[in-house]
């Protein structure tokens, strides 16, 4: 402690000081100097024997190799290059970064033998033959599935690679020899090259760490962060994307408007034109609620009486959104808008109930009827985690923050026209 202070205490000072500071006591910087190096040291050997397992699907398009994720609204993601499959083969084995580090070496200045050669020419067929059949790395495990994911779920027709893939690691570069690889295997000749790929593949979700290796940290209990939301850390994740859609859509918000469930103050919080009208309809009577009514009763507005509808954060808790989207496709004019936000990933609120989570095609369905429909998605996976938790949006990084993945709405947006 002491050692940290004195040193810390040298910004505090001028120049000319800190440098009489540095000469009168080198021996304390070379220590400090000694100790991070040791620290770096420490956490590098760590670092390397962190272990990984693979978990990826590969498809064959066009000579072209694909990672595909199951049953997801994410693009498949292109394999560029042969170290990545290299790579991803070594990791079946759930082995430390250092290990696989020592096996990528050797397998640079190796060959397959012939007779594994002539062994796989019948599985390469097979691949070639069926643009359904997908390659599964998994723990311990290479798969051949010949009828794409079904065979994944039936647990049929799978072809087991593992006998040769443990022998040589680099079966995958034989299966896929013909295809468009970018022949890299020379390039990576540096433990830091082989960590950049690794990062790479561990970003696109085909590693993770090793089976009962995870380090849960302050996320390992049984009850959120924060209950409130996040309110008490800072801006919740659900506002801070009803900001980007009201960012998204103000200028579309005009004439006669129609807020449900809202309050007076949200006008001056999406900052509409001061000149239109604005009307608040809610259950029940309060300071500036316009019209206390229900959204299910179509006689609460006139027919084709208003330019935009404004419902944010309500068709969870209505008890028949589809009803409530029926009334104000009749309450709109002719081109008016609806401009509706629900959560997908927000802790149960019941004020007064909460009945649903609509989510993206949910809500494409709810606004069949409109003639237009532009669908705003928000969220991934590390901020549903954070949403739950009630981790605010000042915690997480930009990227973390807006990053979109369409597997993990936050919440769901759509302007629906009619």
């Not at 540096?190 to 790479?200: A, P, Y």
Request: glycine share 4%.
């Amino acid at each position: 402690m002491g050692l940290k202070w004195k040193l810390g205490s040298i910004n505090l000072v001028s120049a000319s000081t800190r440098l009489s500071i540095l000469e009168d006591n080198w021996y304390l910087v070379k220590l400090f100097n000694d100790l991070t190096d040791l620290e770096l040291n420490v956490t590098c050997l760590n670092f390397m024997k962190k272990k990984y397992s693979t978990s990826a699907f590969l498809q064959s398009q066009d000579s072209k190799l694909y990672a595909i994720f199951a049953w997801s609204k994410k693009e498949p993601e292109i394999m560029p290059a042969q170290s990545w499959l290299v790579i991803l083969e070594i990791f079946i084995q759930q082995i430390s970064l250092e290990d696989a580090y020592k096996i990528f070496k050797t397998i640079r200045k190796s060959n397959l033998n012939q007779k594994i050669i002539s062994q796989l020419t019948t599985y390469q067929k097979l691949i070639q033959d069926l643009p359904q059949a997908l390659i599964y790395l998994s723990n311990k495990s290479l798969k051949i599935l010949p009828l794409g994911f079904r065979s994944f779920i039936e647990k049929s027709k799978e072809i087991e690679l593992c006998k040769f893939s443990f022998q040589n690691h680099n079966i995958l570069l034989q299966l896929f020899k013909t295809h468009k690889l970018k022949r890299d295997l020379q390039l990576v000749d540096s433990e830091e090259k082989f960590i950049q790929i690794v990062d790479k593949l561990e970003a696109l979700g085909l590693l993770s760490p090793d089976i009962n290796s995870l380090d849960w940290g302050n996320l390992r209990k049984l009850v959120p962060i924060c209950h409130v939301f996040g309110l008490t850390r800072g801006t919740p994740i659900d506002r801070y994307y009803l900001s980007q859609f009201i960012e998204e859509i103000r200028g579309e918000i005009q004439g006669k408007i129609l807020e449900i469930g809202g309050t007076p103050k949200d006008r001056d919080f999406y900052e509409v034109n001061s000149q239109d009208s604005y009307q608040v309809l809610n259950l029940e009577p309060g300071l500036g609620i316009d019209i206390v009514g229900d959204v299910h009763d179509p006689s609460v507005i006139e027919p084709e009486s208003v330019d935009s509808v404004i419902i944010f954060n309500v068709l969870e808790h209505c008890y028949a959104p589809w009803i409530a989207v029926q009334n104000i496709y009749k309450w709109l004019k002719i081109g008016g808008k609806c401009f509706a936000m629900v959560p997908n990933a927000v802790r149960i609120h019941g004020t007064p109930v909460d009945y649903w989570r609509p989510l993206p095609d949910g809500m494409k369905y709810l606004f069949k009827d409109f003639s237009e429909q532009k669908l705003y998605i928000y969220g991934n996976l590390i901020a549903l985690i954070a949403s739950y938790h009630g981790i605010a949006t000042e915690e997480l990084s930009s990227e973390e923050i807006n990053n979109c993945n369409p597997d993990y709405p936050v919440t769901t947006c759509i302007v629906a026209e009619k």
